[in-house]
């Protein structure tokens, strides 16, 4: 199949783009169809690889009101309503809610998803299923299931077990949450648990780490050291780091050395972020967000994530990773020319590093044809007017589509 007239990654200059064989044959400023071959005139739409969701809770999806609404946004209810939905799991009702967000990911553009599944729950049903789901839609969309513990692993009965058993039934990363250990010495101990089961079975690490505005919170110098000493460093991804927000300077200054020699990951998921943090605040409220601008003017990779979708946690969501980028850039004050204009790669390249896509993530001859073509000739456009996804490819084969908005003005 022949694309013309594509502009593929903000390019001044179209190019079209021959699939065959669900790979990438060439690209080039003017190819010529073959005879018989199939053409569409993509009329200087942009195209970019596919989204990556780098941070979502599909376990949870579209539970949001049952048994109840979080009332106070914060964190610490969005647990406990979780709590009260848990007797309500059976493998079919995770499977038909995760079938419709999945769905859902797939219309946004989205091909790859890291999904973390509560493992505090000795049935471990969710994450049963979800495994179950990986292999059925992996044609489709690629699952990465994180192995999480909600309630700690060392604050939870058995919470070390059952992250081994987690990571034994195919898990493809160790998780931990330090901030919610009932002591800093439980937390620390917590991390060295994750980080032994990681590597004992092989394994990424994706850390829930200081998800909290307490500055006093740090769990991420020690995930960071950890990283380092380990030699595991871009294997391993710290979320939400939202302390970070609250952390003075002088500590940061320091901190930041160690982040840089760790070589790990970072994912902020600004919605979620800065709806939950800010909580205890009176006025000046923070916005709870990591230092999204800092780490990435150091060099260090940061991605975007939703993390949850109609849940317990966010009582809104659909999926887009637009509207993470959206709220990311002007809650982090990254508003500049250039920050718009790349900061599709929140969502794209840098999100495919955090899960280790590997060389095969993006659109260049010999590579898997998994691509997305955007309703705007560049990013700028597709941010600002919330561009429609119009074809979302994946290895040629076009797996989702919307139609062209047309509006009209009547004066």
């Given at each position: 199949m022949l694309f013309q007239n594509l502009l593929i990654e903000n390019a001044q200059e179209p190019a079209d783009i021959r699939v065959t064989g669900g790979k990438f044959e060439s690209i080039a400023p003017h190819l010529d169809p073959l005879p018989?071959?199939?053409?569409?005139?993509?009329?200087?739409?942009?195209?970019?690889?596919?989204f990556v969701e780098s941070h979502v809770h599909l376990d949870t999806c579209l539970t949001a009101g049952r048994p109840r609404w979080n009332l106070s946004g914060t964190l610490f209810e969005g647990i406990q309503c979780w709590e009260e939905y848990k007797p309500f799991l059976t493998k079919?009702?995770?499977?038909?809610?995760?079938?419709?967000?999945?769905?859902?990911?797939?219309?946004?553009?989205?091909?790859?998803?890291?999904?973390?599944?509560?493992?505090?729950?000795?049935?471990l049903t969710a994450l049963e299923t979800i495994l179950e789901l990986r292999e059925e839609v992996r044609d489709y969309i690629d699952i990465q299931v994180v192995a999480f513990p909600q309630y700690g692993i060392l604050s939870y009965p058995k919470g070390a077990e059952l992250l081994e058993q987690a990571l034994k039934m195919g898990a493809d990363a160790a998780?931990?949450?330090?901030?919610?250990?009932?002591?800093?010495?439980?937390?620390?101990?917590s991390l060295n648990i994750c980080f032994d089961l990681a590597q004992k079975y092989g394994?990424?690490?994706?850390?829930?780490?200081?998800?909290?505005?307490?500055?006093a919170s740090r769990g991420?110098?020690?995930?960071?050291?950890?990283?380092?000493?380990?030699?595991?460093?871009d294997m391993v991804t710290a979320s939400h780091t939202t302390a970070m927000h609250s952390y003075n300077n002088a500590y940061m200054i320091r901190l930041m050395r160690i982040l840089k020699m760790s070589g790990m990951n970072f994912v902020s998921n600004p919605c979620v972020n800065v709806h939950l943090g800010g909580r205890t605040d009176t006025y000046p409220k923070r916005r709870s967000m990591t230092r999204v601008k800092e780490l990435t003017a150091e060099g260090i990779n940061v991605s975007f994530g939703s993390d949850d979708i109609f849940d317990p946690w966010n009582p809104l969501g659909n999926g887009?990773?637009?509207d993470q980028v959206f709220m990311g850039l002007y809650a982090g004050h990254m508003l500049g020319y250039e920050e718009i204009v790349n900061s599709y790669k929140?969502?794209?390249?840098?999100?495919?590093r955090t899960l280790h896509l590997g060389e095969d993530y993006g659109i260049q001859a010999g590579k898997d044809a998994n691509f997305v073509i955007l309703d705007a000739k560049d990013w700028y456009d597709a941010l600002n007017y919330d561009a429609a996804i119009l074809y979302n490819y994946r290895k040629g084969k076009l797996i989702a589509k919307t139609a062209p908005m047309e509006k009209t003005v009547l004066f």
């Open positions: 018989g071959e199939e053409v569409l005139d993509c009329a200087g739409k942009m195209a970019l690889p596919p079919e009702e995770v499977r038909q809610r995760v079938n419709r967000a999945i769905r859902l990911q797939a219309s946004g553009g989205i091909q790859h998803v890291r999904t973390h599944i509560d493992i505090n729950d000795p049935k998780g931990a949450i330090p901030h919610f250990e009932f002591t800093r010495e439980y937390s620390v101990d394994k990424l690490i994706d850390v829930h780490c200081d998800e909290i505005d307490d500055e991420l110098e020690t995930v960071a050291t950890r990283a380092y000493e380990t030699g595991m460093r887009k990773m637009r929140f969502v794209t390249t840098n999100a495919a």
